[in-house]
């Protein structure tokens, strides 16, 4: 089976990808296209498919991070195996891959391409609410970005209508900023709430000024055939969930 690739003209002529979970070597409940190493998912099998990313992408390897859900960014100014404790990658330098990794969250991929920068972040709601979105457009001003030139696209990630979260949930967001208050609906049963991950992405890359955002409107959660999701895997009670990559290239 071949893979499967949602791009967006927004971020052409730049080499970008979010890769489905069509197309790879791993069976069960990560049958396909699985590029998660901390999965519990046959190495060989994750190897298989990180290499069929990369083949698509015209490269030998990814680089990539070790996500940990921060608002930390890394600079890559060249090809490296090592992957630092960041969620969010930058780079100016030609022929090389950044990846990150998903399972519900918001893989963003990011391009200037006047200026030649681009980006790729993993923002859960702790990452965005803590600033990895915003600090990934500030790591490419460092390279040379220029903000109002910078396009920035959220990939399939939960939707609000799959998103149900608790009181304790809601008032971290409240706490920060009453404002954010704006991205929950009541939810099925009283202090219960649906939480609108991909909108408080998008208002913070609108914040940081970017000149394009914009969501790919792929809900991980209700499109079992194409993603993985880490909150249908625990709905399901099953034992794993594969991960989604995203990747971008100049």
């Known amino acids: 089976m071949t893979l499967e690739i949602i791009t967006h003209d927004r971020l052409a002529p730049v080499m970008h990808g979010f890769f489905t979970r069509k197309g790879g070597a791993s069976s069960g409940v990560f ?3 699985n590029c998660g190493g901390g999965s519990s998912d046959q190495m060989e099998c994750v190897t298989i498919n990180r290499s069929r990313v990369a083949d698509a992408m015209g490269v030998d ?3 990539g991070v070790h996500q940990v859900h921060s608002a930390d960014v890394a600079t890559i100014t060249e090809f490296t195996t090592e992957k630092p404790e960041a969620d969010a990658i930058v780079t100016a ?3 090389i891959a950044i990846s990150i990794l998903t399972a519900d969250c918001q893989p963003v991929l990011f391009a200037d391409t006047e200026n030649g ?3 790729a972040a993993h ?12 600090r990934t457009v500030d790591a ?17 990630s939960i939707s609000q209508r799959a998103y149900e979260v608790g009181q304790e949930f809601f008032d971290k967001f409240a706490d920060e900023d009453p404002e954010y208050t704006r991205f929950f609906v009541n939810g099925t049963k009283d202090g219960k709430y649906m939480f609108d991950l991909p909108a408080f992405g998008l208002m913070r890359l609108r914040d940081a ?28 009670q099953e034992a794993d969930y594969g991960r989604l990559i995203s990747v ?3």
Not at 123 to 134: C, E, I, M, P, R
Not at 211 to 236: K, L, Q
């Open 123 to 134: 923002a859960g709601w702790k990452g965005a609410l803590s600033g990895v979105l915003d």
């Open 117 to 119: 920068v681009i980006g």
């Open 61 to 63: 390897a990814l680089v």
């Open 248 to 250: 971008i290239r100049l």
């Open 31 to 33: 049958a396909g296209l």
């Open 140 to 156: 490419m001003l460092e390279l040379g970005a220029k903000r109002d030139s910078i396009t920035a696209i959220i990939g399939p």
């Open 209 to 236: 000024g970017v000149g394009h955002a914009e969501w790919t409107r792929h809900c991980t959660y209700s499109d079992p055939e194409r993603f993985y999701s880490f909150r249908r895997t625990t709905h399901n």
């Open 93 to 95: 330098t030609p022929g």
